[in-house]
C-alpha cells in the first residue's frame, strides 16, 4: 500500500499520495449579510422615471397636485418604495407638467406624421367665463382626436376676419406636427360661416373643403319641429317630481323611474325627457290622483291633460328619428359620405311617415330645408366615392352637382370617377362584392388603387377623411369643464390646456397598450 500524508493549511485540506492529489475547500460562510441586501435604494435615474410616472398618473386621472403631499399618499409611496422621496405639488404642477406635455406632443406628431386630417374649430366659455377658442383635429385612421391649440381671445371681438385669422394660424400650427389639414369643420353661426367662405375665396384653396357641423343642423331640425307647450310642461313636471321631496319620495316609492331635465346644450335630452315622462306617466298620473291633497294644483292638473300626452307621443316619434342620426353623425370617426347617407335617410323615413298619414307636409319640408344647409357637393361626391353607398340615394340632380365640382375643382380624376361609376377599368367586379362592402372602409379600399390617377386618389382621401361633425371639439370642451373646474379655478388657460391635452391623449391610450416612460 502506497505511503500517504495529510497536511492541514488554513482552511484548506489536502490529502496527498503517490496515486492522486486532493485538495478540499470548504464554502464560503452564507451566514454574514452585506448591509446594503437591507437597503432599498433609489439611483436618480430611478427616481425621474417614478416621478414621471406619478405625475402621469395625476394627470391622467384629474387628481388635484396637491395630493403628492397629502400624509396618506406619502404613506402609500413609502410603503411602495421605502426611502423614495416623491415629487412635491410645484414639481408637479411646473417642470413634470412640461415634460409630460412634450412627451404627449412628440406622440401626437408621431401619429400625425404625413396624415391628411379633418380640423375642427369652436368657442367655449371657461370657468372665468373668459371666450376659449378650441382648435383640434382628427385622425381618421387611428380614430383619434388630438388637441391643437387653445387660444384665449379675451378682448377681442370674434369676427369673421378675427376667427379667419386664427384658423389659418391653426393651418399652419398643423403643418409643424407634419400632417395636412384636408378638411374643415364648424359650427353653423353667421360669423364662421363667412369665415368659411372667406377662407376659400381668398386663398383659392381647393385642397381644403369646408362645410358646416351636421349634428349642429340635426339639433336645430329638432327645435323646427318643436310643438309649443310640450317641452316647458313636461319640463315643469320633471322638474317638480325631481325637486320636492314629498313628491319625489312618493314617486320612488310607486317605482317610478328616473325623470330627465332637457338641457339645450346637450344634444338629444329633449327625447330623452319625453320618453322618461312617457315612460313614467301611469305612476305620476296615479301619484297625482293618491295626492292630491299635498300635490301642487296645477301640477296635478298638467299630469291629467291627456292631450299632452298624446301630443308628447307624436313629437317623440319625430324626434327619435332626428335622435337616432344626430348619434350617428356625431361619432369620431363618421364622414361626410356617411352623414349624407344619414340625412338621405332620414328624409326618406319622414316621406314615409307623410304617406302613412303621421307626419305632415310641414315636418318633410323642414327636413329638406335642413339638408339642404348642411349638404354640399363636396358631401354628394364623397357618397357617390363611397363603395359601400355609391350614391343609390342620390338624386339625379345631386349625382350630377358632384360631377360638377369634380369638373371645376379636380378635372384630372374625372375620367377614373366615370369608370368607378361604370364599375369598368381599373375596378375589378371583386372590389364591389359584399364582403368588401361589409368589411372594408372607403379609405383603404381607395389606398389600395395603387395605380388610378393621383388627383383622382388625393380627392378621395380628402372626401373620406372630412368629418361630419364639429362634435369632437365639443367633447374637448366637456373635458375642459372637468379639468380646469370650479375647485380648481385657479388655473391658468395655458396650464389648463396643456391637462386637457394630456388628459385626453392618455386616455385614449388603449388597455392593452403600456405606455413607454423616458428618462
Request: hydrophobic share 35%.
Amino acid at each position: 500500500m502506497s505511503a500517504s500524508t495529510i497536511s492541514v493549511t488554513d482552511s484548506t485540506l489536502c490529502i496527498n499520495d503517490s496515486d492522486s492529489d486532493v485538495v478540499m475547500t470548504p464554502k464560503p460562510s452564507t451566514s454574514k449579510s452585506s448591509i446594503s441586501s437591507f437597503v432599498t435604494r433609489t439611483s436618480q435615474s430611478e427616481k425621474n422615471k417614478l416621478d414621471l410616472q406619478i405625475a402621469r398618473y395625476l394627470y391622467a386621472t384629474n387628481t388635484p397636485f396637491r395630493a403628492v403631499e397629502h400624509p396618506e399618499f406619502k404613506k402609500m409611496i413609502n410603503a411602495l418604495r421605502p426611502g423614495y422621496k416623491p415629487p412635491n405639488r410645484n414639481s408637479v404642477s411646473t417642470d413634470l407638467l412640461d415634460k409630460v406635455h412634450n412627451s404627449v406632443k412628440t406622440t401626437i406628431k408621431e401619429n400625425l406624421c404625413n396624415k391628411k386630417v379633418c380640423l375642427a374649430l369652436d368657442g367655449w366659455s371657461n370657468v372665468h367665463n373668459e371666450p376659449i377658442i378650441g382648435v383640434c383635429v382628427t385622425d381618421i385612421e387611428s380614430e383619434r382626436v388630438h388637441l391643437i391649440e387653445s387660444i384665449d381671445t379675451s378682448g377681442n371681438s370674434h369676427t369673421s376676419e378675427y376667427l379667419l385669422q386664427l384658423l389659418k394660424n391653426a393651418i399652419k400650427k398643423c403643418e409643424g406636427y407634419n400632417c395636412k389639414v384636408t378638411s374643415i369643420v364648424t359650427d353653423n353661426a353667421a360669423n364662421v360661416t363667412k369665415m368659411r367662405r372667406d377662407l376659400f375665396e381668398e386663398l383659392d384653396r381647393k385642397d381644403i373643403i369646408t362645410y358646416g357641423c351636421s349634428a349642429h343642423i340635426l339639433n336645430l331640425l329638432a327645435h323646427d319641429i318643436e310643438v309649443p307647450g310640450i317641452k316647458s310642461n313636461i319640463k315643469k313636471i320633471c322638474k317638480y317630481f325631481r325637486n320636492v321631496h314629498f313628491a319625489s319620495a312618493k314617486f320612488r316609492e310607486a317605482g317610478g323611474s328616473a325623470l330627465v331635465l332637457p338641457q339645450d346644450v346637450r344634444w338629444n335630452t329633449l327625447s330623452d325627457c319625453l320618453e322618461s315622462y312617457l315612460k313614467n306617466w301611469p305612476i305620476l298620473f296615479d301619484v297625482c290622483s293618491n295626492n292630491r291633497i299635498s300635490i301642487d294644483k296645477d301640477i296635478i292638473k298638467v299630469v291629467n291633460d291627456t292631450n299632452l300626452k298624446t301630443n308628447a307621443q307624436d313629437y317623440l316619434k319625430k324626434l327619435k328619428y332626428i335622435a337616432v342620426a344626430l348619434d350617428k353623425v356625431q361619432r369620431n370617426t363618421c364622414t361626410i359620405g356617411e352623414a349624407t347617407e344619414i340625412w338621405l335617410e332620414l328624409l326618406e323615413a319622414f316621406e314615409t311617415e307623410q304617406a302613412n298619414g303621421e307626419f305632415s307636409v310641414s315636418d318633410t319640408n323642414k327636413v329638406k330645408e335642413r339638408m339642404e344647409m348642411a349638404l354640399t357637393p363636396a358631401h354628394f361626391l364623397a357618397n357617390l366615392l363611397d363603395h359601400r353607398f355609391r350614391g343609390n340615394k342620390l338624386t339625379q340632380e345631386q349625382i350630377e352637382t358632384g360631377m360638377e365640382y369634380v369638373e371645376t375643382y379636380h378635372p384630372e380624376a374625372l375620367p377614373i370617377i366615370i369608370n368607378y361609376q361604370a364599375k369598368c377599368v381599373p375596378f375589378k367586379p371583386y372590389m364591389f362584392s359584399k364582403h368588401l362592402i361589409d368589411n372594408v372602409k372607403p379609405l383603404a379600399w381607395w389606398r389600395s388603387m395603387k395605380n388610378i390617377n393621383s388627383t383622382a386618389l388625393e380627392l378621395a382621401q380628402q372626401l373620406h377623411t372630412a368629418i361630419a361633425s364639429s362634435a369632437n371639439i365639443e367633447r374637448l370642451f366637456s373635458s375642459y369643464g372637468l379639468v380646469h373646474s370650479k375647485l380648481r379655478n385657479r388655473l391658468g388657460n395655458v396650464k389648463a390646456a396643456k391637462l386637457v391635452s394630456i388628459f385626453k391623449e392618455l386616455n385614449s391610450i388603449s388597455d392593452d397598450v403600456t405606455d413607454q416612460i423616458s428618462d
